[in-house]
């Protein structure tokens, strides 16, 4: 007998699903029409307008569309993909889904004469309702409209949860959904395994996908579950699961890059850099994409390769709101290791001139004497060290943990030493209880011949980060709430990037809500600590189900600011 899937608890849906074969009153509803050329445009619209549409909207290029949909909620975008000079529609696309510019039930279609595999598959890892190719009729479009329509109606709560970072009340409205709508089940089944995947409900998703996969084969199902097989440390097992579905399937990306992350959990760089390889021919226009495999080249010390997939990065980053600042950092790098030190030096003045960010200076730096030091020049290095010692000394805030593991290399490697140990015992408070990010961190001790001494500033830091939590907890416990809450504001000033800090900050915040009753300014507080962490360590049990709590403290209508 197959048993019942799991459910997380008995919650009901809060809105009924929509009948598939009611019309669609099309004549109220905002469009956007986005195509380069006029006329293209001119047929959209009459087409539009013959199924009763009132309310429509023209953009030109993909810089007047964003200003349009920064503007404007649209229920229906249709947006060509090659628009000509500026972003693309797949850029364009990008950029509304991070800026959060489109409505849960807003629905996307990328038209275009574009029949090339990787014109189809880069549009479709931004996630389109629908990808309609030219020429359009009139007949074509009313049914695919109807189809995503009522789609996108059925998850409209649903995807309201996920956008505001409710996971767990997105997969319980998933099981509300699964058992009256038969027809959607399968794509429910797949939205709910997600989430509890997200909310670090592993073994609940496991048999969401163990499930579907008793019914029939499909490719995400097993990929997901490959997902879990990572997450619990299962290298070997998930490998040969991402592996399984590229063998049925070469074209499932995500495939593809699950595998390359598997490798490189094994120490396989060799092989996690080839599929990254692949993956990057099969759909080259993904900027994270061209960034990994430029940065797993570089590793590997496979200078043509990273400054291959760098120069790509850049090219088709230029009018991306993923335009990072890691391929120029690289590039510099590849020019530094080819002792071309002029054009590595224009690329970082590029960087400090283009980017944005607290830490863009000092990676900058960083960078600078790495490529004199790579290219034997240590005079210049050892200035570059001095000047990154002077600049850290004047910054408050302490930059992003892989920058502070970069730094302390270079800074030892020129002959200083009072700043990199500051810094690797910086990381060592935040990451107290991270065991194999400890384990980098004596790493680079034991590369400055500092071996012993490192493991005895580790295990004090670790201690400090441990008595600066327990207090607050000790607080909480003791019914001292409003001082736990305060104690935890230090703590979270002192070390702002420790998860085990971080969550019982927003706990303690939660339990003194749950005593005075709802307060604004505790709940945005203990919002943002949450989303900070869900910003450095995603996927975490414990941020779902705070989240879920916070979301029950708060007034009906309310919900706290998910993306702030």
Same mark, same amino acid.
Not at 11 to 37: C, G
Not at 482 to 498: I, T
């Given at each position: 007998?197959?048993?019942?899937?799991?459910?997380?608890?008995?919650?009901?849906?809060?809105?009924?699903?929509?009948?598939?074969?009611?019309?669609?009153?099309?004549?109220?509803?905002?469009?956007?029409?986005?195509?380069?050329?006029? *006329?293209?445009?001119?047929?959209?619209?009459?087409?539009?307008?013959?199924? *009763?549409?009132?309310?429509?909207?023209?953009?030109?290029?993909?810089?007047?569309?964003?200003?349009?949909?920064?503007?404007?909620?649209?229920?229906?975008?249709?947006?060509?993909?090659?628009?000509?000079?500026?972003?693309?529609?797949?850029?364009?696309?990008?950029?509304?889904?991070?800026?959060?510019?489109?409505?849960?039930?807003?629905?996307?279609?990328?038209?275009?004469? $574009?029949?090339?595999?990787?014109?189809?598959?880069?549009? %479709?890892?931004?996630?389109?309702?629908?990808?309609?190719?030219?020429?359009?009729?009139?007949?074509?479009?009313?049914?695919?409209?109807?189809?995503?329509?009522?789609?996108?109606?059925?998850?409209?709560?649903?995807?309201?949860?996920?956008?505001?970072?409710?996971?767990?009340? =997105?997969?319980?409205?998933?099981?509300?959904?699964?058992?009256? @709508?038969?027809?959607?089940?399968?794509?429910?089944?797949?939205?709910?395994?997600?989430?509890?995947?997200?909310?670090?409900?592993?073994?609940?998703?496991? %048999?969401?996908?163990?499930?579907?996969?008793?019914?029939?084969?499909?490719?995400?199902?097993?990929?997901?579950?490959?997902?879990?097989?990572?997450?619990?440390?299962?290298?070997?097992?998930?490998?040969?699961?991402?592996?399984?579905?590229?063998?049925?399937?070469?074209?499932?990306?995500?495939?593809?890059?699950?595998?390359?992350?598997?490798?490189?959990?094994?120490?396989?760089?060799?092989?996690?850099?080839?599929?990254?390889?692949?993956?990057?021919?099969?759909?080259?226009?993904?900027?994270?994409?061209?960034?990994?495999? *430029?940065?797993?080249?570089?590793?590997?010390?496979?200078?043509?390769?990273?400054?291959?997939?760098?120069?790509?990065?850049?090219?088709?980053?230029?009018?991306?709101?993923?335009?990072?600042?890691?391929?120029?950092?690289?590039?510099?790098?590849?020019?530094?290791?080819?002792? @071309?030190?002029?054009?590595?030096?224009?690329?970082?003045?590029?960087?400090?001139?283009?980017?944005?960010?607290?830490?863009?200076?000092?990676?900058?730096?960083?960078? /600078?004497?790495?490529?004199?030091?790579?290219?034997?020049?240590?005079?210049?290095?050892?200035?570059?060290?001095?000047?990154?010692?002077?600049?850290?000394?004047?910054?408050?805030?302490?930059?992003?943990?892989?920058?502070?593991? /970069?730094?302390?290399?270079?800074?030892?490697?020129?002959?200083?030493?009072?700043?990199?140990? /500051?810094?690797?015992?910086?990381?060592?408070?935040?990451?107290?209880?991270?065991?194999?990010?400890?384990?980098?961190?004596?790493?680079?001790?034991?590369?400055?011949?500092?071996?012993?001494?490192?493991?005895?500033?580790?295990?004090?830091?670790?201690?400090?980060?441990?008595?600066?939590?327990?207090?607050?907890?000790?607080?909480?416990?003791?019914?001292?709430?409003?001082?736990?809450?305060?104690?935890?504001?230090?703590?979270? %000033?002192?070390?702002?990037?420790?998860?085990?800090?971080?969550?019982?900050?927003?706990?303690?915040?939660?339990?003194?809500?749950?005593?005075?009753?709802?307060?604004?300014?505790?709940?945005? $507080? =203990?919002?943002?600590?949450?989303?900070?962490?869900?910003?450095?360590?995603?996927?975490?049990?414990?941020?779902?189900?705070?989240?879920?709590?916070?979301?029950?403290?708060?007034?009906?209508?309310?919900?706290?600011?998910?993306?702030?």
């Amino acid at each position: 007998m197959t048993p019942a899937l799991p459910t997380t608890t008995t919650m009901p849906a809060t809105a009924s699903a929509p009948n598939p074969n009611a019309p669609v009153d099309w004549a109220d509803k905002r469009y956007l029409l986005i195509d380069d050329f006029a *006329g293209v445009r001119q047929l959209l619209r009459e087409s539009l307008r013959n199924l *009763g549409a009132k309310h429509i909207d023209q953009a030109a290029s993909g810089g007047e569309a964003m200003v349009l949909l920064a503007r404007t909620h649209y229920d229906v975008v249709l947006c060509d993909y090659n628009l000509g000079e500026g972003k693309n529609g797949q850029q364009v696309l990008e950029e509304s889904r991070i800026k959060h510019l489109l409505l849960p039930s807003s629905v996307w279609l990328m038209v275009s004469a $574009e029949k090339s595999v990787e014109s189809v598959m880069g549009a %479709a890892e931004h996630r389109p309702d629908a990808y309609i190719i030219k020429p359009i009729t009139e007949g074509v479009l009313l049914t695919r409209l109807n189809r995503v329509w009522t789609r996108k109606q059925i998850f409209r709560d649903i995807d309201q949860a996920f956008a505001d970072k409710d996971f767990l009340r =997105a997969a319980k409205l998933c099981d509300g959904r699964i058992a009256g @709508d038969p027809l959607h089940a399968t794509d429910l089944l797949r939205m709910k395994a997600a989430m509890l995947l997200k909310s670090g409900e592993r073994e609940l998703a496991c %048999a969401v996908y163990e499930r579907v996969l008793e019914e029939r084969d499909y490719n995400w199902a097993r990929t997901g579950l490959g997902k879990i097989r990572m997450a619990n440390g299962e290298h070997e097992a998930a490998r040969q699961m991402f592996q399984s579905v590229i063998a049925e399937n070469r074209f499932y990306i995500d495939a593809f890059d699950q595998l390359a992350q598997s490798y490189a959990l094994m120490g396989k760089l060799e092989e996690s850099c080839d599929v990254l390889e692949k993956a990057a021919k099969l759909s080259p226009n993904s900027v994270p994409r061209q960034r990994s495999l *430029g940065l797993a080249a570089l590793k590997l010390g496979n200078i043509a390769l990273a400054e291959k997939a760098f120069r790509k990065c850049i090219d088709i980053g230029e009018y991306s709101i993923l335009k990072t600042a890691d391929a120029y950092l690289g590039l510099a790098r590849v020019f530094g290791q080819k002792n @071309d030190a002029r054009e590595a030096l224009r690329l970082l003045a590029t960087v400090v001139r283009d980017f944005a960010g607290d830490t863009l200076e000092l990676r900058a730096k960083i960078t /600078e004497g790495l490529v004199y030091h790579e290219s034997g020049d240590y005079r210049r290095a050892r200035k570059s060290g001095d000047e990154l010692e002077l600049m850290l000394a004047a910054e408050k805030k302490r930059p992003d943990t892989p920058t502070c593991l /970069e730094m302390a290399t270079l800074l030892f490697a020129v002959g200083v030493k009072e700043a990199p140990v /500051e810094l690797l015992c910086y990381v060592a408070r935040n990451n107290h209880d991270n065991m194999p990010l400890l384990d980098d961190v004596q790493a680079v001790f034991d590369h400055a011949r500092m071996g012993e001494e490192g493991q005895a500033l580790i295990k004090a830091s670790r201690k400090e980060a441990a008595d600066m939590m327990n207090k607050g907890v000790l607080l909480w416990k003791t019914g001292k709430v409003g001082d736990a809450v305060q104690w935890m504001r230090v703590a979270r %000033a002192a070390l702002p990037n420790n998860l085990r800090i971080l969550f019982n900050s927003a706990q303690i915040i939660i339990s003194q809500l749950q005593q005075t009753g709802y307060d604004l300014a505790l709940t945005s $507080e =203990a919002t943002e600590v949450l989303m900070h962490v869900d910003r450095i360590a995603p996927g975490q049990l414990r941020f779902a189900q705070l989240m879920e709590q916070l979301a029950e403290l708060s007034p009906i209508g309310f919900a706290p600011a998910a993306g702030a």
